[in-house]
């Protein structure tokens, strides 16, 4: 028995780390130097060599040629907060490698994201039975309810919608477990109304039908057509999607809505504005993140006319809320190149596989509304994922 927990206590201390994610962040930190040193005491060069002859390779260039800016500049110690995100998620793409079994791992990373979920169950029902009442246009309200905050939340329910289904064929003798489960978690995603989310379960099952499934074109134009249909039924169904996506009488008030309401539209403008910025590079980005921070509060302080709305900007200091441009607004072109890089050799690799193109592309999208890699929880599912869609090991057994 001892034997058996020291040969895998890796694998036993990375369940704990998964299970314990979402609702912590000291505990995964601790684990994850236990894990570590049993890495480290077995890392050998072949090891080495196979992490960095992979998509992962990219990702380490990305991260030397910033912290290689950062030290040129005398940038780096200033923005060191932010760096410790990218260091973080190599070393956990580098640790990762050393799992053996991947398939088990999976059943674990859904367990955690039920066990996410139906928490959150509970303290939006304790709250429903209290106020009688769903708070899900409130992002301040909502998040206290959930046990992430609710792009985070969405995106693990996403992910765990799409694991589900691959354990439906995985596991065709649970397979009603399985779809349950992928209901549980669309349930979820609309109840909470995280956009982003329905957005990218809409589009990847458009993805699917298009390229993965095999029938006649004329039925997967009558599926599309009956998605569409569906996902217009929801705004019309929960009020709450409708007030999260802005849909008003028309499109003039839906736009003017979207702009009062939607801090992306204010950001993403500043963003575009910065690229004429003096200061900034084409090709290198600007010199240091706290440059591209003020750069953003001089920008809410001039644009933004209302001065409520300008003075919880400069309060909150909203980042770009979006990875691909952070890292091209601090890399230029060569950064935006590099992680273009990345996903490239991903969907290469993983094309031929629905469920791993699945969450490749939920990865995307979530990189398009939020910086992922600023937060340790960001940082660590990031680095799972990807290191699932790198690391070819055994998977569960196939009980067809």
């Avoid at 020291?6 to 995964?28: C, G, M, T, V, W």
């Avoid at 937060?375 to 599912?381: A, D, E, L």
Wanted: net charge positive; with cysteine; aromatic share 20%.
């Amino acid at each position: 028995m001892k034997s058996q927990i020291k040969e895998n206590l890796f694998d036993y201390l990375l369940y704990a780390l998964i299970l314990i994610l979402p609702f912590s962040q000291a505990i995964p930190n601790i684990i994850l130097v236990l894990i570590s040193l049993l890495f480290l005491k077995d890392l050998t060069f072949n090891k080495i060599k196979e992490t960095f002859f992979s998509p992962i390779i990219m990702l380490l260039f990305l991260i030397v040629y910033l912290s290689l800016k950062g030290l040129f500049f005398k940038t780096l110690t200033e923005d060191f907060l932010i760096y410790k995100g990218y260091f973080l998620t190599l070393w956990l793409l580098m640790v990762l490698q050393k799992v053996e079994n991947w398939g088990q791992l999976k059943l674990f990373i859904l367990l955690s994201i039920n066990a996410m979920v139906v928490t959150s169950f509970f303290f939006i029902g304790n709250y429903y039975y209290h106020y009688h009442q769903l708070p899900f246009v409130n992002t301040e309200e909502v998040n206290s309810l959930l046990v992430q905050e609710r792009p985070y939340a969405g995106f693990m329910a996403v992910l765990g919608f799409f694991l589900s289904f691959e354990f439906i064929k995985i596991f065709p003798k649970h397979k009603i477990l399985f779809i349950a489960d992928s209901i549980v978690m669309i349930v979820f995603v609309l109840l909470i109304s995280a956009r982003l989310s329905i957005l990218t379960i809409f589009c990847v099952l458009i993805v699917y039908l298009l390229f993965y499934f095999k029938i006649s074109i004329y039925k997967k134009i009558g599926s599309i057509l009956l998605l569409i249909l569906l996902l217009g039924s929801m705004f019309f169904i929960n009020k709450n999607i409708a007030q999260r996506f802005f849909i008003k009488d028309n499109i003039n008030k839906s736009l003017q809505e979207a702009t009062d309401y939607e801090p992306r539209i204010v950001i993403w403008n500043c963003a575009k504005e910065m690229l004429q910025n003096n200061e900034f590079n084409f090709f290198f980005g600007f010199d240091s993140y706290k440059k591209i921070s003020n750069n953003y509060l001089e920008c809410y302080s001039s644009n933004i006319k209302n001065s409520s709305k300008r003075d919880y900007f400069l309060t909150i200091k909203f980042n770009s809320h979006n990875q691909i441009i952070d890292f091209f607004l601090i890399g230029g072109l060569i950064g935006l190149g590099l992680l273009f890089g990345f996903f490239f050799i991903m969907f290469y690799n993983v094309k031929d596989n629905f469920f791993e193109t699945a969450l490749l592309v939920s990865i995307l999208f979530f990189f398009i509304v939020e910086n992922v890699l600023y937060r340790q929880f960001g940082c660590y599912i990031f680095s799972i994922f990807v290191a699932m869609l790198v690391v070819k090991n055994p998977t569960v057994n196939d009980e067809n």
